[in-house]
Structures are given as C-alpha cells and as structure tokens.
C-alpha cells in the first residue's frame, strides 16, 4: 500500500474526551429527567452536538417536549459544562503512542489530517500542544456527519491524497462505518466486539499498539 494520508479522529482516539463528553450529556440528561448509560453513549460517539441530543431526546421519548429555543439552550448546558472539564487537560493527557505515531508520519511526510465531529477540537489540539502535527484540520461545519463518508473525503482531498490509498482511526462505530464508506482502511480503538461490526479492518484496545509500520503492513495485506 502506497500510504498517502492518515486522518484521525479525536475524541477517544488522540485523548479521552469521549469520557467527557459522555460525563457532560450525562448531566444534562439527569436533569431533563432522561435515563442514558454507556451502552446507550455508544450511538452518540461520533455524532454532532444537535443530533446527539436529538438522539437522547428520542430515548427519553421527549422529542415532542423542547422548542428549537429550549434545545440549544441544553446544549449549550452541555457544552459549557463539558468545556469546563477541558480546562485542565495538558500534553500529559495525549493517548499513549500517538504522539509518537504522529512524530513518525510527519518524518516520513505522509499527511496527517484531523476529521473530529467536534467544534472544540482545534481547542483541544492547543492545549494538547497538537496543532503543529496536523497538515490539515477539516472544519465540521456544512459538513454531513458521520456515518457519511463526507468528512473522510474533505480531508482526503485536502491533501491530495487518494482514499484507497488511506489509513482512518476512530473509536465510534459511526466513524468506522463513514472511513469504510470514504473507501479508505479502518482502523478501530476500543472494543473489537463493537467495531468489527461496524466494519474494522482492525481493531486495537489501545493507541499503546499503534506503530506506523504495522499500520502499513496491515493495510497492505488487506487492499
Ligand atoms: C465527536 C464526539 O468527536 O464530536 C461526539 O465523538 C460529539 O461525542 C461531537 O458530540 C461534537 O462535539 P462538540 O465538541 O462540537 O460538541
Ligand atoms: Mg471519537
């Protein structure tokens, strides 16, 4: 495989923001009198802000109770609350093995692209001291989300590169699902039950196990 780009999700791949994430819409769900678990936060992995909470609205089966108004008003609870949690995270919180990983692509200049969901990421990049890893951040806005493979695609293009010729990481199933659409190799972190179904080319349980010539050797025995 002539590896031409790897674009990496964010949020329970390069940090543990998912965790966040899920403690924030947690809360704001509590309060609105809405039961979700972590089984449930599953499906909401990879998702944008509104359509996560359109998601939770529906399982609470309260999609008729809020107005556009009420609506933004909770997410914006959740955001603020789960930008507070962010405010302490420092280079420290970077998975294990990505930055090396990252160190390593950029040495052998194969482009490295962030396709996050999230509105927060190039913050969370910041603080991560990240940003100057990354040849191209895509912005989510205008975007269709995952499971569509758009996101995968603008980054692709991005950098000139071709998708088959691509590597994907992500931790959601609705993120595998957009890389395998995008036509591109996948590459799961977390549970290998849940992310083969949703496609995986591979799965690891940790970003401990990442290494850029395994990646490579993998990704060309499977194309
Ligand atoms: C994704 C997360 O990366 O970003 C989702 O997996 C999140 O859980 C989405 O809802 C949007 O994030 P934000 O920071 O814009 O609310
Ligand atoms: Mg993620």
Not at 149 to 167: E, H, M, N, R, T
Request: with cysteine; glycine share 6%.
């Amino acid at each position: 495989m002539k590896l031409q780009a790897v674009l990496f999700d964010l949020d329970g791949v390069i940090t543990d923001t998912a965790e966040y994430h899920y403690l924030a819409w947690k809360q704001m769900a509590d309060h609105i009198e809405i039961d979700i678990d972590r089984e449930f936060n599953e499906t909401l992995k990879g998702i944008s802000r509104m359509e996560s909470l359109e998601r939770i609205l529906i399982h609470g089966k309260r999609e008729r109770d809020f107005s556009g108004e009420q609506r933004e008003a909770l997410a914006k609870e959740k955001n603020d609350h789960y930008v507070s949690l962010l405010t302490h995270l420092s280079p420290e919180n970077t998975y294990p093995g990505i930055l090396e990983l990252l160190e390593q692509l950029n040495q052998v200049h194969i482009p490295v692209v962030l396709t996050s969901a999230s509105k927060n990421a190039p913050q969370i990049l910041k603080s991560l001291e990240l940003e100057d890893k990354f040849q191209y951040i895509v912005n989510p806005d205008g975007i269709t989300g995952k499971p569509a493979p758009d996101i995968f695609l603008k980054g692709a293009q991005a950098v000139s590169a071709d998708p088959k010729y691509c590597i994907g990481i992500e931790d959601a199933q609705a993120g595998i699902e957009a890389i395998k659409a995008a036509g591109m190799y996948a590459v799961g972190i977390g549970e290998e039950r849940l992310l083969s179904i949703a496609g995986a080319d591979i799965v690891y349980d940790s970003t401990a196990k990442l290494d850029l010539y395994s990646l490579i050797n993998a990704a060309s025995l499977a194309s």
